[in-house]
């Protein structure tokens, strides 16, 4: 064979839906030209676990416990976002207390988050001193959830109308002290993650995500933030009590004066956000300190609240910035103890598809760093997998539309 | 400052650990050896870590209060409870438990309440110690 007829071919490496790197099942094909990544794409389907349809077949107080298994870290989101559907749908006053305490736990829950999430990425980059170091912060800030909540992960907080368990007097004192260690500590983090020169090494210039493919591939939460996309559910359509509080878009020009969209934004932004949750905190507890005791649920008779589900009828859109993103919950109720119909989307969801332009052009290296960076939650983002008889069947594009209008059609009825 | 960790890293050196102290001060040889060896005052156990209080640990069930209204049963997510139709009470399943507490809160006389205990780690999901009636 001559030189002249020899081309040069890219290669094609599949990883996962089982590999040691991925610790969730999802399935990447990589076209790789030597160590640099020509074409990218994503696999989804391995973790389908039917909680939808479990759901709808119980009553909306079970379900609230459901949601919360959907994921282990956003255990308060997920059914929040499910209670804010169904008050909609029944036409259910919070009361002031309840909106404040469903702030300081959202809150709570995106300190864990990205804290975890920080610890996560240093841990893929090979630095897990700091890993070890932003757990012990992470520790904390459980050990606080297990003392408002009664547990550290499945927090068991949420009642559709409000929340179950009250912030009394006696419990201020153990917040304070915690809301200190955490602002001590994240001057250190801070300084961590941003000035030291491994982190500046794996993380600038790497997963490059602009601003325009945010927008058009809607990427949600810090993901689109760090790209400079000003988005975030809290400001732009308040719940709870978030638009009586004072708080900001974190953009990473706040501290760098520009926006680059690779991961080291990524990580500024999370790290932001984590002091802006203290901050939050601080807020509430001061509101709440100053607020008279009262009401933390609209109707605490749980016998009474199911009658009340079982007589509604109509549909709702429960919406809240989860620490990933947006999540998105959808009821229909129609006078029977059970919904007619429940459907979740996880802000993985709307983070996959800006993989495909993060990672072109990176190394076969990078693809940990860059997949972490989004903050990737396979398992709440299944939603399909279809297996009649043994088969398993690939639906087409033109298939699945089909379905999809049937299934609107059948909802309108 | 190039790499920030380092001072980090030397200080945690001499720092004593974050995490909670192992049950005794070196691994024992054989654990059931040295628990047999607490029973009889031998050896002493660094006490585990105490639960926050409103812990939701393991169900206390007064069978004597129970009036047998199935509420409990209505709102369980996990399908812990099952009735007893013959006494009408009501039998909890621990293996199934997601310590919610939702039954404790539905419960109309107050005969169920969430104890401490969070030791429930068993082979056999219908063990003894398992199973609350």
């Known amino acids: ?144 959830t297990e003392y408002l909540t009664g547990n550290r992960v499945t927090k068991a907080i949420t009642m559709i109308g409000g929340v179950r368990r009250d912030i009394t007097k006696e419990m201020v004192p153990k917040i304070e002290e915690t809301v200190t260690f955490l ?105 709440l300190t100053g607020m008279p005791e009262g009401d933390i649920v609209a109707e605490p008779k749980i016998a009474k609240l199911l009658n009340q589900l079982k007589k509604i009828e109509g549909e709702g859109i429960g919406r809240m910035e989860a620490p990933r993103g947006e999540v998105i919950h959808y009821v229909k109720m129609n006078k029977k103890e059970h919904p007619y119909s429940w459907k979740v989307r996880a802000p993985t969801y709307s983070n996959i598809l800006p993989w495909i332009p993060m990672l072109k052009g990176e190394q076969i290296a990078d693809i940990p760093i860059v997949a972490a960076s989004t903050d990737p939650c396979m398992s709440c983002t299944n939603r399909v997998g279809i297996i009649k008889n043994g088969n398993k069947a690939i639906l087409s594009n033109e298939e699945l539309h089909r379905l999809s209008v049937e299934k609107t059609r059948r909802l309108m009825q | 400052m190039k790499f920030s960790m380092i001072p980090q890293v030397i200080s945690q050196m001499v720092k004593k650990p974050f995490t909670n102290a192992f049950p005794s001060k070196y691994i024992p040889p054989s654990v059931t050896d040295f628990l047999k060896d607490v029973e009889n005052g031998k050896a002493t156990m660094i006490p585990p870590i105490k639960t926050p209080e409103n812990f939701r640990g393991k169900i206390k069930y007064d069978t004597e209060k129970c009036i047998g209204c199935k509420l409990c049963i209505k709102v369980c997510p996990s399908g812990t409870i099952e009735f007893k139709p013959e006494d009408k009470k009501v039998r909890f399943y621990m293996s199934r438990c997601t310590f919610c507490s939702q039954c404790n809160d539905v419960c109309p006389v107050n005969c169920i309440s969430m104890s401490d205990e969070f030791l429930m780690a068993n082979t056999d999901k219908y063990a003894e110690e398992l199973i609350v009636e």
Not at chain 1, 80 to 108: K, N, Q
């Open chain 1, 1 to 144: 064979m001559s030189a002249e007829t020899m081309e040069k071919t890219s290669y094609k490496v599949p990883i996962g839906p089982i590999h040691p790197a991925l610790k969730e099942p999802v399935m990447f094909e990589f076209e790789l030209d030597g160590e640099r990544i020509q074409n990218a794409d994503v696999y989804l389907g391995h973790v389908h676990r039917t909680i939808e349809w479990t759901g709808m077949r119980r009553n909306p107080i079970q379900i609230l416990y459901l949601a919360e298994r959907i994921c282990g870290i956003c255990s308060y989101c997920h059914p929040m976002s499910f209670a804010l559907a169904v008050e909609r749908i029944a036409g259910i006053e919070v009361p002031d207390r309840a909106e404040y305490l469903r702030v300081v736990h959202a809150e709570l829950e995106r300190i864990c988050s990205h804290t975890l999430w920080a610890g996560v990425a240093a841990h893929e980059i090979g630095f897990d001193s700091v890993l070890f170091l932003t757990w012990q912060v992470r520790e904390k800030a459980l050990d606080l």
């Open chain 1, 183 to 287: 602002k001590n500590h994240f001057e250190k983090l801070k300084k961590i993650f941003l000035d030291d020169k491994t982190f500046q090494m794996r993380s600038q210039g790497c997963g490059i995500l602009s601003k325009k493919e945010a927008l058009q591939l809607c990427a949600v939460g810090p993901t689109t933030r760090a790209s400079g996309v000003k988005k975030d559910v809290r400001i732009d359509q308040p719940y709870f009590a978030f638009g009586e509080l004072d708080f900001d878009y974190v953009t990473p020009d706040i501290l760098t004066d520009e926006i680059n969209g690779d991961v080291y934004d990524r990580i500024i932004v999370r790290l932001l956000e984590v002091k802006q949750s203290i901050d939050l905190i601080e807020q509430c507890v001061e509101q």
